[in-house]
């Protein structure tokens, strides 16, 4: 079974009530959103990467046993542009766009400039985040869409760079207890250096609540938490998300680099800018460690072999460690694989090098008195290992926790904290996941669901009020159904179980999409 990459999604703005067999746990109440390309030609023209799609957002409201659908393009500046010319004119990170040949040599010019020196796209067909009281529909770029969670209406254009020194941030922030939001963004050559930002936009207070000031972003609140040196000025790591405990953030800088003067030439030459990411199998990647009491980067150098990491699983602390959990390739033909001429060959493809999820630990103790070539982990299940090379460095080996599972979510209830059990996509052969699974990280074993002609998406965990137990709750996908006849559904696993308690069949058709993001009523 396959999906057609290249067919253009329909939205269905108004709600429609789903139609459940099983039962919905009466505590359920929420809104499950989920984002992801939505259309992928326009005119005469297509994009070329899959992840370019211009967004569309589909929400499922589940209220009472209940579940109400509805679906929406995020009507941004991008879609605007594209709409209005019938034609792709704003340039994606796999896509560049390039002027009608029936346009003037002032408008093709125009062009060239602005691509020189990028304003990027406000297509946020990644991921959602919450700043303040605010959803935003977000890729990784400087500017982010705010929405409405119930009705999707597109609503303000916020731009990270009139309150933070950020081009492009992090699609996957955390958040504490009490409603802080931290991210991640990367500063190109700003005041001659590049360095990547590590921000706080805080919790909205009551006071804020009660304000009859004229709305504005809770980004007017951020606050540079930290700042961590690029290794090198011209062309910083790419990275999708990182990992937070009670105590330290973690930062993989990898090297897997975004070109600077190669993006801003990327245009002239014929090129998307994507070509302008490089992956250095000869370099290391370094680990950083930034104590979130001090907001300083630990003197310890932690260094592990070339690998590529999208996905952090979670990270905690054990007696004077701490750990982290990724998901890691060994190199970059993930992100290959989904340019549309690839997608219409079909997933079999020979060179896809399938990722492991794997556990690190870095000793945060002195290592005083520790010879060269000596092991500082002392914990006893795991096999990890952090030996210590001249100059005090330390080169860490992983643990690897099982090959072929990706889109990894847990009880966020315990992120920061010691886990178990992880959900995430089988993918195994191919990046188009047909399976899901909960993997328990202390006995290796894994429970799988799938069911013949349907795909599931990112399993999104969601925890019962006065939960007993870490896998106590409810596990949301969204499958694309192709058996003829049959609709798509949202379908209900046992979070402990993996059995299915409901599914909900809704009239439209659900689109392949990136990630999910769960709004609890009253939220």
Not at 195 to 222: C, I, M, R
Not at 414 to 433: I, T
Request: net charge negative.
């Amino acid at each position: 079974m396959s999906t057609d990459y290249s067919i253009n999604a329909e939205e269905s703005p108004e709600p429609r009530k789903a139609e459940v067999k099983g039962c919905i746990p009466s505590w359920l109440q929420g809104t499950l959103l989920r984002n992801g390309p939505g259309i992928v030609s326009l005119g005469d023209t297509s994009y070329s990467h899959w992840f370019d799609g211009m967004a569309i957002m589909n929400s499922f409201a589940i209220k009472d046993g209940e579940v109400t659908h509805r679906s929406r393009f995020l009507r941004g500046d991008t879609y605007k542009a594209n709409m209005d010319a019938n034609r792709i004119v704003v340039s994606e990170m796999g896509t560049m766009a390039y002027p009608d040949p029936s346009k003037n040599f002032i408008f093709k010019a125009i062009t060239f400039l602005n691509h020189t020196v990028p304003d990027f796209t406000d297509n946020g067909a990644s991921n959602f985040i919450k700043y303040g009281n605010d959803f935003y529909a977000t890729s990784e770029t400087n500017y982010i869409r705010k929405i409405d969670p119930v009705t999707l209406e597109t609503l303000d254009k916020v731009d990270y760079l009139k309150y933070l020194p950020v081009n492009l941030v992090s699609s996957h922030p955390h958040y504490d207890k009490e409603g802080n939001a931290y991210n991640m963004g990367t500063s190109i050559a700003e005041k001659g250096k590049t360095k990547y930002t590590l921000f706080k936009v805080p919790a909205v207070t009551e006071k804020d609540k009660n304000s009859s000031e004229k709305w504005a972003p809770a980004l007017k609140s951020s606050e540079v938490v930290c700042t961590v040196p690029c290794r090198s000025l011209l062309a910083p790591s790419y990275y999708h998300s990182f990992g937070m405990t009670d105590n330290y953030f973690i930062f993989i800088e990898q090297p897997f680099k975004l070109d600077i003067l190669k993006m801003a030439t990327a245009y002239m030459r014929g090129v998307n800018w994507a070509s302008c990411l490089k992956f250095c199998p000869d370099e290391s990647t370094l680990i950083h460690l930034i104590d979130r009491k001090t907001c300083k980067l630990l003197q310890t150098k932690y260094y592990t072999g070339a690998m590529v990491v999208y996905h952090h699983v979670n990270a905690f602390e054990d007696d004077g460690h701490v750990i982290f959990d990724v998901i890691a390739y060994s190199d970059t033909s993930l992100y290959d694989m989904f340019y549309l001429s690839k997608l219409k060959e079909g997933f079999q493809d020979e060179s896809y090098s399938k990722p492991s999820y794997k556990r690190f630990v870095l000793p945060v103790h002195s290592d005083k008195g520790v010879a060269v070539g000596e092991d500082l982990v002392k914990l006893k299940y795991t096999t990890a290992s952090a030996v210590k090379e001249k100059e005090g460095k330390l080169m860490c080996q992983a643990e690897v926790f099982c090959k072929g599972f990706e889109l990894p979510r847990i009880n966020y209830d315990f992120n920061g904290k010691k886990h178990r059990f992880v959900y995430g996509n089988c993918v195994e052969e191919s990046a188009l996941a047909k399976e899901i699974a909960k993997f328990d990280t202390k006995t290796k074993e894994r429970i799988f669901w799938s069911e013949e002609n349907c795909l599931p998406s990112e399993p999104v965990f969601i925890p019962s009020p006065n939960a007993e137990s870490e896998d106590d709750g409810v596990v949301l996908v969204s499958v694309i159904n192709s058996n003829p006849g049959q609709l798509c559904f949202i379908l209900f696993l046992d979070g402990k179980t993996f059995k299915e308690v409901a599914r909900a069949y809704v009239d439209a058709k659900l689109p392949k999409d990136m990630h999910g993001f769960f709004i609890p009523q009253g939220n």
